[in-house]
């Protein structure tokens, strides 16, 4: 048969993945980080197994709250915006986001397509104008009834409300809510965790739908309603529209829009499931455009006290953390620390404890282990492998299975139980020197057992290194160096991971810096330092003692 190498190109799958685009605070603390950390890691596990991915994240930044916060400042809302767009951008570099588009709602690409959407649901009849009077949630920007406050507070934030009473424009919910039902009941997938889809189900479309406030008169810092200068449209239908603006649906250049959308996975704190899950999907019917495939609601982090603000200091600033203990360290902690769905706790201390244990000790201990025998008994040199026996093939089996499990578990965003998976096999390579105790084969003069040995560990290494990638973007690079195969790409790719032994006998190691050295606290408040070594201690009581 001839050879057609056309026929042999295949397209790489393409994933779009969104984070909710945060209101401009400079006030961002480390559960702020939470959503976007975890998005990041899933678009770098995408992009390693060769998917297309488009990351995006952004800045929503009109609405009554920021115009306010901007009066107080004494500043023009869009100058006030300017200056933290550019600190959320500066944090956003210091955790290695690596978001593809970064969208602004104040950008002209984003206020024209979503007057154009405002103009379509007008023109359709979605849209008809009438008098608003009830209760106004300005931190949540949420419109809300008699019914669903608690305690005369916001359902959501437990702050006061305000009354309201204004001329709007209403989207008639009512039209498209049996539709969406079906669709929710239809596709299981759709809301995840499965709680919070009966949470949708049984709380606002069972009971049902009211008609939704879309547009605002009593203040101007907003997108302009196109045939009603009056009104500005209500933050959330300005908001949710950037999904699709940022792929430049609307506009003269759709092709992106046309690659990417619908969305594989849509990642929100669990505040604000109602948004997503319920207004989002109705405007997309009423666009006639296809639904995201999954919106997943995770928890919060809470600190042990409860609620997470800035008074709480420096504890939760995610700049000092990551000066403190690294972006990996604490991309690492963020995800392996709570389960993704629930809820969970943050503190200083067990980010310290993940740091020394799991880091320190177990993945850096392991490096550091191998590269010294290596260095004693072989000059750093990789040596060839030769026979198998037992406790290889159990090593080299739990290797095989490795990406397949940690693709299962990451496909279904459970990041937590990936994170166990790879620290498993770690905990194997530490457990398989050991058991094989190479020093005593060093000893005995088994020399190609050791070489085997020292082999199957060095492997093992590489391959949970590229497995970090996602998660750890620093680090992985710091053990190719000590490993000597930094400038081998090939080494370190996706594919390089489904074969043990690609790594070449003959390699000179490099044994460097210690990965992870161990820290620990020493008063409230106050930056952790690095703990003393064993032979420093010693030192210091042979000092102490003289
Ligand atoms: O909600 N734990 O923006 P935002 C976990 N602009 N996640 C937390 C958290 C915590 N303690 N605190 C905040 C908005 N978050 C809207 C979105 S989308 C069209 C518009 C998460 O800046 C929160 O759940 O208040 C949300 O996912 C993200 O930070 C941004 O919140």
Redesign the pocket.
């Known amino acids: 048969m001839m050879h057609n190498p056309k026929k042999e190109f295949r397209m790489p799958k393409t994933f779009y993945i969104t984070?909710?685009?945060?209101?401009p605070?400079d006030k961002l603390?480390i559960?702020?980080s939470?959503?976007t950390v975890a998005a990041d890691v899933m678009a770098r596990f995408k992009r390693l197994t060769g998917y297309d991915v488009h990351f995006l994240t952004g800045t929503?930044e009109h609405g009554q709250k920021i115009e306010r916060r901007a009066t107080e400042a004494g500043e023009d809302p869009q100058v006030f915006v300017d200056g933290i767009v550019m600190w959320i951008k500066e944090l956003w570099r210091i955790l290695d986001i690596s978001y593809d588009d970064f969208i602004r709602t104040t950008e002209p690409r984003h206020k024209l397509s979503v007057q154009k959407i405002f103009q379509k649901f007008y023109d359709q009849g979605d849209i008809y104008k009438a008098k608003y009077e009830g209760w106004y949630c300005t931190p949540c920007e949420s419109f809300l009834n008699e019914r669903q406050l608690k305690e005369n507070k916001c359902p959501d934030c437990g702050r006061p409300v305000e009354l309201v009473a204004e001329e709007s424009y209403f989207f008639r919910m009512s039209r498209y809510a049996a539709r969406l039902l079906e669709h929710i009941e239809n596709h299981p997938e759709f809301i995840q965790p499965a709680s919070r889809k009966n949470e949708m189900i049984n709380n606002f479309l069972r009971p049902g739908l009211e008609d939704l406030c879309v547009s605002r008169t009593t203040f101007r810092w907003g997108i302009p309603v196109p045939f009603d200068e009056q009104h500005v449209i209500y933050v959330w239908l300005d908001?949710?529209s950037?999904y699709i603006t940022a792929l430049g649906y609307f506009s003269e250049d759709d092709a992106q829009f046309l690659r990417f959308w619908p969305a594989d996975v849509q990642l929100?704190?669990?505040?604000?499931v109602r948004?997503h899950t319920i207004y989002w999907p109705i405007f997309l019917m009423a666009l006639g455009v296809a639904l995201p495939k999954k919106v997943f609601g995770?928890?919060?982090?809470?600190l042990d006290d409860g609620k997470?603000s800035k008074s709480k200091g420096n504890v939760i600033d995610p700049t000092i953390l990551a000066e403190r203990y690294g972006s990996d360290a604490i991309r690492y902690f963020l995800l392996r620390e709570i389960p993704f769905g629930a809820d969970g706790s943050f503190s200083e201390e067990a980010l310290l404890q993940r740091h020394n244990f799991d880091l320190a000790n177990d993945l850096g201990n392991l490096l550091n282990r191998t590269l010294a025998m290596l260095g004693k008994y072989f000059q750093g040199k990789v040596p060839s492998p030769a026979g198998e026996e037992a406790g290889d093939r159990a090593l080299r089996e739990a290797a095989a299975v490795l990406p397949s499990k940690i693709t299962e578990l990451m496909d279904e965003l459970q990041f937590s139980n990936a994170l166990a998976e790879l620290w498993k096999f770690i905990g194997l390579a530490n457990k398989y020197i050991d058991d094989v105790a190479p020093w005593a084969l060093a000893r005995e003069g088994q020399q190609e057992r050791l070489a085997t040995v020292l082999y199957n560990l060095l492997e093992s290494i590489r391959i949970i290194s590229v497995l970090l990638l996602p998660v750890m973007p620093r680090t992985p690079e710091k053990i190719w160096m000590q490993l000597g195969i930094a400038d081998q790409p090939a080494l370190h790719n996706w594919q390089s991971i489904l074969e043990f032994g690609l790594l070449p006998a003959g390699v000179q190691t490099a044994p460097g810096e210690v990965l992870f050295p161990r820290l620990e606290l020493t008063g409230e408040g106050e930056a952790p330092v690095r703990q003393a070594t064993k032979k420093e201690q010693d030192a210091a009581g042979k000092r102490a003692s003289r």
């Open positions: 984070t909710p685009i945060y209101y605070s603390h559960g702020h939470y959503t929503d908001a949710l950037n929100i704190g669990k505040e604000i948004f995770h928890g919060w982090l809470l997470m």
